[in-house]
């Protein structure tokens, strides 16, 4: 079946620091990707998207490729800012089963000033 | 706009009681989801619905029920609550789309004594 793979953390960064999420995934046919955030006690939010290969998504200066011939979504930053601490989660969405979402392990990321 | 809504926000239960966790969205979404979050596993789906009337088994359904009676509210029900079903759980929604984002509450979190 479909899966997602994230770099382990936590990952933990000073401000302005360059960062780096890896994500690779492992589906048949053609996935759309995502990246979502969360925060502390709140709901996850959609971060960015791409959804065919090559294809781009970008949003908060946060960017992340999707690269079908490595199967992978990571997601970067160059220069993260205390308020980007938080969880963030790499996931698919096929057609088929319910158009779910299958999701990472999540990594969360802490910026100290 | 409200989005996706869910109640309780917290709450405790003993072993062996029952409860109802309540999903309510205003988007006129076809689509339903309850995942559970547990630290390290990243979310899991326990239920989906495509449609009103409708409801599906997701990875982790074991010990939980659905219902969509309407389509804007999912149901999910704990008949006999355990202390392995404490967790964090949330609801999403999303259009038939799939290569649209879900749109998620803000959490249950529910502590099984």
């Known amino acids: 079946g479909d899966s997602v793979t994230q770099m382990e953390g936590p990952v933990t960064l000073s401000e302005e620091a360059f960062l780096t999420i890896n994500c690779t995934y492992t589906?048949?046919?053609?996935?759309?990707l995502f990246w979502y955030v969360q925060y502390p006690g709140e709901g996850l939010q959609l971060l960015l998207k791409?959804?065919?290969?090559?294809d781009k998504g970008s949003n908060k200066g946060f960017e992340a490729t999707y690269r079908k011939e490595t199967t992978s979504f990571h997601l970067e930053k160059g220069s993260v800012q205390v308020s980007d601490s938080a969880v963030y989660f790499c996931?698919?969405?096929?057609?088929?089963?319910?158009?779910?979402?299958?999701f990472g392990e999540g990594t969360q990321l802490t910026v100290n000033p | 706009n409200a989005g996706v809504t869910q109640t309780p926000k917290f709450r405790v239960l003993k072993t062996g009681q029952s409860m109802t966790l309540l999903c309510a969205q205003d988007?006129?979404?076809?689509?339903m989801y309850w995942y559970r979050q547990d630290p390290g596993m990243g979310l899991r789906l326990i239920h989906y619905?495509?449609?009103?009337?409708?409801?599906a088994k997701g990875e982790v359904p074991d010990g939980y029920n659905v219902s969509r009676l309407k389509k804007q509210n999912f149901l999910l029900g704990l008949e006999s609550a355990a202390p392995s079903q404490t967790s964090v759980y949330f609801c999403?929604?999303?259009?038939?789309?799939?290569?649209?984002?879900?749109?998620f509450g803000n959490g249950t979190r529910l502590t099984v004594t």
């Open positions: 988007m006129n979404h076809e689509y």
């Open positions: 999403a929604s999303s259009s038939t789309l799939y290569n649209s984002p879900l749109h």
């Open positions: 589906a048949t046919g053609y996935p759309s």
């Open positions: 996931a698919l969405r096929q057609e088929t089963s319910g158009s779910r979402l299958t």
């Open positions: 619905s495509v449609g009103e009337g409708t409801t």
């Open positions: 791409a959804t065919k290969a090559d």
